[in-house]
């Protein structure tokens, strides 16, 4: 779908074709989508994928349910669209003939010197109409505008489901993330503890310095300080949540504080070709429709260089008493029609004409970027999802190969082959793999949650809970 710009009724609309990434050649696939079988080519629209629930945690459904019914930008911008609508019934009527109903009474007393001397009335009742004609499209193009910045303020409410999915997924996944690096700190705690107690024996023995024992303790002091650091991040985290729902503070900590529900990695993630990308990505619907706005109104600025036409006319009664305005004699009518036509301005309208064109080049550049800007954040939301994967896989042989050693050295230790230090060391080697695999599993959960988020993925959903 390129863009072109062509002129109706005297002002310019925007005509859409074929667009393209560059906006000149067509893009067929991502550059970096992998070659393998982890990327499946959506045949769904991407914006109504809920892909959030491919994590399999009921926990994390649950909540962006909750959000998206209760968030307050969401309320907001529900608002401006109703807002932005009454706008646009209120333009559309502006092209329709008016009619006014008047009734007036009037007193008059003339002086003795005029040689009259006497007081009058007069009462009437009328009804008059006025109709701009839109010869020069003037109207339509103000309608046009209203209808594009309605739909300017749903790509903008749009926008904020991404946003609130995307954060209330990237939280969620941080709760958990920082849950599971504290059980592995636990763990490496109880082997520290083990070790602590053997370096004292040892120390009384002379096998071991006092030195040696203190080292041993000061890492288990940083582990346990670690930890309280991290049950803080979690409580801030869980906070955070509640913001976004509109919860009141600790609603979301009494839901899944203790959850025992887990995050499950997708088999496959639904993509779509990057034109698809272009068509939902809410903050490119804002930018096409601004520019749509900004063309119409250069049809508006364009038509007030012309003559406007117009009618106009009356009907009603009128009488000296009230109760003469049934008579027949009481009628009167009357109609006009009017052109107004500007001669000489200084070239004020022109000079606006051209001011309007410059704000609709302008807005075709904001769109242009945005258009550059969503194929770029989505090429590297791919590059960062497969450079985790990649380092996942690497560290999947090495994590085998320590548990073999952990058992190895267990079967040694039972022998009396190795002395209990060189148990504790395998365990130690093995966790500190199991918290590197922890920490790449999580950045590819936020890995995929970023590339749905940059795809406009989800926005079109309505569950249950929402009434937008």
């Known amino acids: 779908m390129s863009l072109g710009l062509c002129c109706v009724n005297s002002g310019c609309a925007l005509k859409t074709e074929k667009f393209s990434a560059s906006i000149d050649q067509p893009l067929i696939d991502w550059v970096n989508l992998e070659k393998k079988q982890n990327y499946q080519i959506s045949t769904m629209d991407i914006s109504r994928l809920e892909w959030w629930k491919s994590f399999e945690d009921p926990d994390l459904v649950n909540l962006i349910e909750q959000g998206l019914a209760s968030n307050y930008d969401i309320a907001q911008a529900t608002n401006r669209i109703r807002q932005a609508q009454e706008k646009l019934n209120s333009v559309r009527v502006n092209k329709n003939p008016s009619v006014d109903a008047k009734i007036n009474s009037s007193k008059a007393t003339s002086s003795e010197e005029s040689g009259l001397g006497r007081t009058s009335s007069l009462i009437s009742t009328q009804f008059q109409t006025s109709w701009e004609i839109d010869l020069f499209g003037k109207f339509k193009r103000d309608t ?91 409580k801030e985290t869980l906070l955070a949540i509640d913001l976004i729902l509109g919860a009141n503070p600790g ?169 209990f230090r060189e148990v504790l060391k395998s365990r130690e080697e093995l966790n500190s793999l199991k918290q590197k695999q922890s920490s790449l599993m999580f950045d590819e959960f936020q890995g995929i949650t970023q590339l749905y988020k940059v795809l406009g993925g989800g926005w079109a959903y309505k569950s249950d809970k929402t009434n937008i």
Do not use: W
């Open 144 to 234: 046009d505008a209203a209808e594009a910045n309605v739909q300017l303020e749903v790509a903008s409410m749009n926008g904020i489901k991404v946003k609130v999915i995307s954060t209330i997924v990237e939280s969620y996944i941080t709760f958990r993330a920082t849950t599971e690096e504290i059980k592995l700190n636990q763990e490496a705690a109880d082997y520290l503890r083990e070790f602590v107690k053997l370096a004292e024996l040892e120390a009384q023995v002379g096998l071991k310095s006092i030195k040696e024992v203190q080292t041993a303790k000061i890492q288990l002091s940083n582990l346990e300080i670690n930890n309280t650091e991290q049950e803080t991040r979690i």
């Open 251 to 419: 609603t979301t900590s009494n839901k899944i504080a203790h959850s025992k529900t887990a995050l499950t990695l997708p088999k496959e993630i639904a993509i779509s070709i990057p034109a698809k990308t272009i068509l939902q990505r809410p903050d490119i619907q804002e930018a096409l429709n601004g520019l749509k706005i900004e063309a119409a109104k250069v049809g508006v600025a364009e038509a007030q260089r012309y003559p406007t036409f117009s009618l106009s006319g009356s009907i009603g009664l009128e009488a000296l008493a009230i109760n003469s305005l049934g008579n027949s004699g009481a009628n009167f009518s009357s109609i006009q029609a009017g052109l107004l036509a500007p001669i000489f301005n200084s070239g004020a309208l022109k000079a606006n004409v051209n001011a309007q064109i410059a704000n609709r080049d302008v807005a075709l550049e904001i769109y242009r970027k945005s258009v550059a800007n969503g194929l770029n954040e989505t090429e590297q939301a791919l590059l960062n999802l497969n450079s985790v994967r990649e380092r996942l896989k690497t560290i999947k042989p090495a994590l085998q190969f320590s548990r073999n050693h952990v058992e190895l050295t267990n079967s040694q230790y039972a022998v009396g082959l190795v002395s």
